[in-house]
């Protein structure tokens, strides 16, 4: 059993190219999960809560509520045209949600958590974080609210990293996230007073965006089961909330450690991370528009190792699309199976083209690396098309044993192509089903089926 998450996003624009690339990424897994046979389960949302959301309201004339609720059509839009299937889009502002949170939060409390303070320091409203020294765009903040006793756990959070030290990867990160804990923590503010969140009885405080945030990972579980089964998603520059306020949390409410936290890279636009306020956010509406679901979920997973940055480069994905989306694998099926519906018949054959393919496929998905995944569909598509040009089975005479073992080869790679592919593989697995009725004169091998998912 796998928990994948995303974070849950800001609603405060529209999504871009960021948002996507940690959709598909976590869709691809969660996808791979099931074909390995594993009981995997996704989420995804909206973090509707906070200052810059009820900011981007009032710029638009609306309510926070009505906000959001616009906001997030184009999320689940998103979602549905790059063939990702989640199976929670979690808000904050369902009552399912603000129940959870409002329980971990009396959690909390009985567990001496909890105290009220006044806070003095700078804060940084495009982040909704403090931060420890002023730093650009930050406001000197005072005002009185609730702490969370972070600094209580400082040595717990070190142990509990010293003793899993795969919890966090990449390795450059875990050693980031140690020394910030060795750096020394201090207690964190947990509330703002009467803005836009979820409000805590009998008090005029509303909850701190990350304590309500980072509690989707509970809301959105189908069962307390998934939480230490948990593999999260993010960037990395939501790393420390991850890695240190979310396990802070769950220790304080004796919920078990998720199974890994996993940090990726950013992409770049123009040498910098993409922001609305750097003016190099890219639609992925137009991408999508340009290469369809499959295109950018392959350029996602093809050409971006998950810990890199890696700059956006409109040329490099057309000449990806063109050379192994188009010459490789779609040429790969659409010569194979047009010379099979030549053949008069197709004769058995259990001949393995790509053996190592499901190998390559489980480990990738136990090291939790969808780059890995689409290398090694990458390598099943380069041996079977230089199969077909070595055998030359167009001018063979052995050409329907050829094209037997070629056939075999197809099958497999389009099961294991699924996650990656999807909607391309829907429709060569229609191909396969009718060759398998039409052509074949013997039981080739069972077609491939997706593992049940248990109810």
Not at 261 to 269: A, F, K, P, R
Not at 306 to 325: A, F, G, P, R
Not at 385 to 411: H, M, R, V
Request: some cysteine.
């Amino acid at each position: 059993m796998r928990y994948f998450t995303t974070p849950i996003f800001y609603p405060n624009d529209k999504p871009h190219i960021g948002h996507a690339y940690t959709i598909v990424i976590t869709d691809i897994l969660a996808r791979l999960g099931k074909l390995c046979g594993d009981q995997t389960y996704m989420s995804t949302g909206l973090d509707e809560h906070g200052q810059k959301v009820a900011k981007a309201a009032a710029k638009s004339n609306l309510t926070p509520q009505e906000h959001v609720d616009a906001m997030s059509s184009h999320f689940t839009k998103l979602c549905n045209q790059l063939t990702a299937q989640p199976d929670i889009f979690i808000r904050t502002t369902s009552d399912q949600h603000q129940k959870v949170a409002l329980d971990i939060w009396q959690q909390l409390e009985k567990a001496g958590m909890l105290y009220e303070g006044k806070y003095a320091g700078w804060y940084l409203p495009s982040e909704e974080a403090f931060c420890i020294e002023k730093a650009e765009g930050a406001v000197w903040l005072e005002e009185t609210c609730v702490f969370f006793a972070l600094s209580k756990l400082q040595d717990q959070l070190l142990e509990l990293y010293e003793q899993n030290p795969d919890l966090i990867s990449p390795q450059t990160a875990r050693n980031e996230i140690i020394n910030l804990i060795k750096g020394g923590l201090k207690d964190l503010c947990v509330t703002r007073k009467n803005t836009w969140g979820i409000s805590i009885p009998n008090t005029e405080y509303t909850m701190y965006v990350w304590i309500d945030a980072l509690t989707n990972y509970i809301s959105a579980a189908p069962g307390p089961m998934y939480i230490q089964n948990a593999v999260h998603i993010m960037a990395k520059d939501i790393l420390r909330f991850h890695a240190i306020y979310w396990p802070a949390i769950l220790m304080s409410v004796n919920l078990p450690m998720p199974k890994k936290i996993i940090s990726h890279g950013w992409w770049i636009q123009g040498g910098a991370k993409m922001s609305k306020s750097q003016g190099n956010v890219v639609d992925p509406i137009i991408w999508l528009q340009d290469f369809g679901s499959d295109g950018v979920r392959y350029f996602f997973a093809r050409i971006k190792k998950l810990e890199t940055d890696c700059e956006i480069n409109y040329d490099e994905i057309v000449k990806l699309y063109n050379t192994e989306l188009l010459g490789g694998v779609g040429n790969l099926g659409q010569r194979l199976m047009s010379m099979i519906y030549r053949l008069g018949s197709l004769p058995e054959s259990t001949t393995d083209l790509i053996p190592n393919l499901q190998s390559d496929a489980l480990l990738a998905y136990n090291e939790h690396d969808p780059h890995k995944y689409a290398n090694a569909i990458y390598d099943a598509v380069v041996q079977l098309n230089k199969y077909l040009s070595d055998t030359e089975p167009w001018k063979s005479p052995n050409q329907a044993n050829i094209l037997a073992d070629a056939f075999n080869g197809w099958k497999k790679l389009v099961f294991w192509m699924q996650p990656l592919l999807p909607a391309a593989c829907a429709k060569w697995t229609k191909q396969i089903e009718q060759v398998f009725l039409e052509k074949t004169t013997g039981v080739i091998c069972q077609l491939p089926r997706t593992v049940e998912v248990p109810k």
